[in-house]
């Protein structure tokens, strides 16, 4: 079992930037995926982004490709979001969530979610 965190969420203006971490714990040595997803209201939930736990390679979402970055902190288990120029539109539940070597493209771990506001 792995239990992720996240933290960082808060209310900005349209403009600002926010970095929310996702702590990772208990069987993370078996972790090969870490991504982050956004439930906006009234609307479906989406990837975000996901990064590869040893290698480091990420994909993002077209339509947040040079605003959003994702990283990593091995030594930490904890995973990163950077994000930049904020709009209102990115106002959504985050959710940081993991796969393990085993999970076969399943996002098998989530964590609480925390709350982005952006406002106008």
């Known amino acids: 079992q792995v239990q992720l965190v996240e933290s960082g969420g808060g209310l900005v203006q349209a403009g600002a930037s926010l970095r929310l971490s996702c702590a990772a714990s208990?069987?993370?040595?078996?972790?090969?995926?870490m991504g982050w997803f956004r439930h906006p209201p009234g609307k479906e939930r989406d990837l975000v982004a996901f990064i590869s736990w040893s290698g480091g390679s990420t994909y993002y979402a077209d339509s947040l490709k040079g605003r959003f970055t994702i990283s990593r902190d091995n030594a930490k288990d904890t995973v990163y979001l950077q994000m930049n120029s904020l709009k209102p539109e990115d106002t959504a539940v985050y959710y940081c969530a993991s796969q393990d070597l085993g999970s076969r493209g399943k996002w098998e771990y989530w964590g609480q979610g925390t709350q982005v506001t952006v406002s106008s």
């Open positions: 208990g069987r993370t040595s078996s972790t090969f995926l």
